[in-house]
């Protein structure tokens, strides 16, 4: 067997079948992508693939198994103990979770990045104290915090945001900082200094654009872990409350039947699973585009 | 904003006083600086020689208010146009910087944003200090451009560093220092990184910006071959102190001190060395910061080193006009082969 090589000067070799099929796994690479959009678009259109009303309760057909039909309907993944459709409510907990996921990332990432940023350029006295305090909030077990945040503000949507971006903002600020710092020490920011940018031109223009790709790295792959603590607060009833459908909370009703109705608690926790692979995947293959070397 | 008037005075531009640096190393104050004095006036360019480590960057960073959170001026005084900067906060210091007095690095291929386009580089000085308004800044860095030689300056200035040279970049880093019309630039050893013919044209644009816009340059370096290129007054100096000052032809005629002959005596050249001869080289070297002798700094390593070098330090002394050296037994003639021959000449200084 001969070797084909491409080469600019010589006649044009067809793409041979390796090449091909190597394409073909470089874009399959990005499967995640597929399920998260199908998980982005049963968030923002529920109602479009949910085939019943997920609230909706049917007490003549509860803790029934897959593919059930009762007065016309179909249950094609089983009733709960309450008689509602599990797949309507499944399609409908995905909202919760990416919603809380997203939001929760994206304030802890904001605030830990911002104090990360202001540690690194406020040596003396800020910058220590943020540090301290990061390594604090880093030393609380997530549950206590969580539960006392719950217990102080009430258990709804946007406490279990805040919960979860009071846990997570150090990881951010930890990055943010080491980035700064090793920023700082660039050539081109003593240039700008000795050019009279003073320290908030610095930061903007010079040291955000080097911090950045750092945070959205850790971002992506902080995502997948929200999915989760949002499931295990709202297992524990600390998160969204019922009748919203939660995948969490789903978990933790199925959680007495599993014996009997095994349905219940399986298919939220696979979609959990599916959600959590797919959104870490896509996260370490953004890691790979953005952080080739592995600094991070 | 045009340039900058030039006051009719002539009183020097920059005026180094008995300055003194502390460096903190492991707890300890070490002198990096000992009392230094330097002045230069308009429209002159003055080298600063020595080996690494003798405090040449250290002097720019000090002038720049750039020195690190372990040093401070502990002594001394630095003005700029009769004004004092040495003890300015940031702040205030921010004003001068890039605006009356501006600096490029050594190594052109990090100095540059690699994410910022060059143009919006030098924009961005320009910007800083409030000068024009938009459509201004942007003829402004095209005129620049054309200014520091980089042809097809409209190109040039959409590409990002990387997309440059060596010697293109460091124009850029010129284009940026001189867009704010500093009276004084303070370069900081701006062709070491570069190829010997691209830093033959470097050091023209240096001279050429000095004639055409009357800046005053501050050149850093190593090289005595560059010092001999650009420089109208040369300072020596040795292990955190000035040991000579002259005119430059009248330093590389008649070296006082041992250590500028040695130096001169060192410079590699076609003719300099006959074959199969060794180069002459220094012996020894630049002593570390917790151990410069108390004595003459250079005593240890010079060849012509008496008693009364070990015992008592020299100061600066006049040994012809402009020209001062300190060294209690100067060199008299221009140098032999045998460096340091001892001389008859002696100092006027105590």
Same mark, same amino acid.
């Given at each position: 067997m001969t070797i084909a090589i491409n080469q600019p000067w010589g006649p044009e070799v067809p793409l041979s079948r390796a090449k091909r099929a190597g394409k073909l796994r470089k874009l399959l690479r990005w499967w995640p992508l597929a399920i998260l959009g199908i998980a982005a678009f049963a968030a923002a259109f529920p109602y479009l693939l949910a085939p019943l009303n997920p609230d909706l309760t049917h007490l003549n057909a509860r803790l029934q198994g897959p593919g059930f039909r009762a007065d016309g309907l179909k249950f094609l993944l089983g009733t709960d103990d309450l008689g509602r459709d599990v797949l309507s409510r499944v399609i409908w907990g995905v909202r919760v979770s990416v919603v809380v996921a997203t939001t929760a990332v994206f304030a802890a990432g904001v605030f830990g990045g911002a104090m990360g940023i202001i540690a690194g350029v406020r040596k003396r006295i800020l910058g220590p104290v943020i540090m301290r305090i990061a390594d604090m909030v880093l030393s609380i077990p997530f549950f206590l915090l969580a539960i006392l945040v719950v217990a102080a503000l009430g258990p709804n949507l946007r406490n279990l945001v805040i919960v979860l971006a009071l846990v997570r903002w150090p990881r951010y600020a930890r990055v943010a900082y080491a980035q700064t710092l090793e920023a700082s020490e660039r050539e081109f920011v003593r240039a700008a200094v000795a050019l009279g940018a003073r320290q908030l031109r610095v930061v903007r223009r010079h040291i955000l654009p080097e911090v950045l790709p750092a945070l959205v790295v850790i971002a992506t792959l902080e995502v997948g872990l929200m999915v989760i603590y949002e499931a295990a607060l709202s297992f524990i009833g600390l998160g969204v409350q019922p009748p919203t459908p939660s995948w969490g909370s789903m978990l933790s009703t199925g959680q007495q039947f599993v #014996?009997?109705?095994?349905w219940i608690a399986t298919f939220p926790g696979l979609a959990l699973f599916l959600l959590v692979v797919a959104v870490n995947r896509l996260g370490d293959l953004i890691r790979d585009l953005l952080d080739p070397k592995g600094r991070i | 904003m045009t340039l900058g008037t030039v006051r009719p005075?002539? #009183?020097?531009l920059l005026e180094m006083d008995d300055l003194s640096v502390c460096v903190e190393i492991k707890g300890q104050q070490e002198l990096a600086l000992s009392r230094v004095s330097l002045s230069i006036n308009r429209g002159e360019i003055v080298g600063i020689v020595g080996e690494s480590g003798c405090g040449k960057t250290m002097m720019a960073l000090s002038i720049m208010g750039l020195l690190g959170e372990n040093s401070k001026i502990v002594r001394g005084s630095i003005r700029l146009e009769g004004e004092e900067i040495s003890s300015l906060a940031p702040r205030g210091l921010r004003r001068y910087r890039g605006r009356r007095m501006s600096m490029i690095f050594q190594e052109p291929m990090v100095a @540059?944003?690699?994410?910022?386009r060059v143009g919006r580089q030098v924009k961005e000085v320009l910007t800083i200090h409030r000068i024009g308004s938009r459509s201004d800044r942007r003829r402004r860095v095209a005129e620049l451009f054309n200014q520091v030689g980089l042809s097809g300056s409209v190109i040039r200035a959409r &590409?990002?560093?990387?997309? @440059?040279s060596g010697g293109m970049r460091q124009r850029v880093m010129i284009a940026m220092a001189l867009a704010a019309e500093p009276a004084l630039l303070i370069a900081d050893e701006p062709t070491t990184a570069l190829d010997a013919t691209v830093q033959a044209q470097i050091l023209d644009l240096l001279l050429e910006i000095r004639d055409r816009l009357g800046t005053s340059v501050l050149f850093v370096t190593h090289d005595m071959g560059v010092i001999a290129e650009v420089a109208d007054r040369v300072v020596v100096m040795y292990a955190g102190q000035v040991v000579e000052v002259a005119p430059v032809n009248a330093l590389f005629a008649r070296p006082m001190h041992p250590y500028t002959g040695g130096l001169l005596q060192s410079i590699t050249g076609p003719l300099s060395v006959a074959k199969g001869q060794d180069l002459p080289t220094i012996p020894g070297r630049v002593p570390s @910061?917790?151990?410069?002798?108390?004595?003459?700094?250079f005593a240890p390593r010079? @060849?012509?080193? &008496?008693d009364r070098c070990i015992e008592e330090r020299p100061e600066l002394g006049e040994v012809e006009p402009e020209h001062t050296v300190a060294c209690w037994f100067p060199l008299a003639a221009p140098v032999k082969s045998e460096a340091g021959g001892s001389s008859s000449i002696k100092s006027d200084a105590p």
């Open positions: #014996a009997s109705a095994w | 005075t002539t #009183a020097p @540059l944003n690699p994410l910022m &590409q990002y560093p990387h997309e @440059l @910061l917790g151990d410069i002798p108390s004595g003459c700094p010079c @060849l012509a080193a &008496q």
